[in-house]
């Protein structure tokens, strides 16, 4: 194997999600085709390709959260996440080749190379595996906040995204630290208002969910007058329905049987024989959010 690790980033300029880094150390002899800068090849050929390096390099990731970015700024963001990739490479390279510059800890050897997604093989390989992986990242997010359509512009600030943050405001996944986000922060008298305060609860709950390795399926599925599955979820090809409601406040064994009731005829109807759990998400709303889950079985 080469000891000559490619490390490219993806996501420094979003408004929303995290930034990614990718390290890959190519095979000294392969035969991989058309490996280039990510942003250079169609969606579907770049997914291919990123398969093929998948299958036969040694590829770390490296995820820095919004969370993250606000409180270190993005480019320091930036480079924890490629740390983090050639930290979780299966070899340790002599060198890493950066695209832009070289990291600033002299702890890990390291070169610039100005353009480097475009020049230099392995830069190229982890500037596919970095746009791949981010890009998933928010089409999966893409569900809990579909008015947004993360998954079209993957939180660059498209003219659709700025209008739609202009009017809804930002979101739990924004970077509150970039200017447009700043400017479009939600008031405190979000949580005065119950259709809001519902809203950004069932965000934070899917958010939880996602962030504990949930695929979120859908949120506010209305199945009769009376009952609305909050958020649907999936895991192991287990369904999680989940029910979200405010601290201390408990369902009744009647509401329970309800939901319960209502779980079963939509998994009948739909013929779906995957597990199925119910979760009761309790939140309790402030600048530090409190989730309680209980489980229940169907």
């Known amino acids: 194997m080469n000891k000559v690790c490619g490390v490219d980033e993806a996501g420094r300029g979003p408004l929303a999600g995290p930034v990614v880094a990718a390290a890959v150390i190519l095979p000294t002899n392969h035969n991989l085709e058309d490996i280039k800068d990510s942003k250079k090849i169609s969606p579907k050929k770049r997914n ?130 970039f200017t447009p986000v700043k400017n479009n922060l939600p008031s405190s008298a979000i949580f005065k208002d119950e259709k809001k305060a519902k809203k950004i609860s069932l965000e934070l709950v899917a958010l939880h969910y996602f962030n504990n390795g949930f695929n979120i399926i859908e949120i506010n599925k209305k199945y009769n007058d009376n009952i609305t599955f909050d958020i649907i979820a999936e895991k192991n090809n287990g369904i999680i329905i989940i029910n979200v409601r405010e601290l201390n406040n408990y369902p009744s064994s009647i509401e329970l049987k309800q939901i319960k009731s209502a779980i079963n005829e939509q998994m009948i109807e739909h013929n779906n024989d995957s597990e199925v759990c119910l979760h009761i998400a309790n939140i309790g709303l402030s600048k530090n959010p409190i989730i309680e889950i209980n489980n229940y079985i169907i």
Not at 50 to 61: E, K, L, T
Not at 74 to 100: F, R
Not at 102 to 129: F, H, T, W
């Open 48 to 177: 291919n390709i990123y398969n093929d390096i998948i299958d036969i390099a040694d590829v770390s990731i490296g995820v820095v959260s919004h969370r993250t970015i606000d409180k270190i700024n993005v480019l320091n963001a930036t480079y924890l996440a490629m740390e983090k990739a050639i930290a979780g490479l299966d070899n340790t390279p002599k060198i890493s080749l950066i695209d832009g510059y070289a990291l600033p800890n002299k702890d890990i050897k390291s070169e610039g190379i100005i353009g480097g997604d475009d020049q230099v093989e392995c830069i190229s390989a982890a500037s596919i595996i970095a746009k791949v992986t981010r890009d998933s990242i928010m089409k999966k997010i893409d569900p809990i906040f579909p008015i947004f359509k993360f998954r079209e512009h993957k939180g660059y600030g498209t003219k659709y995204h700025m209008n739609t943050l202009a009017v809804e405001k930002a979101t739990p996944i924004h970077r509150k630290s």
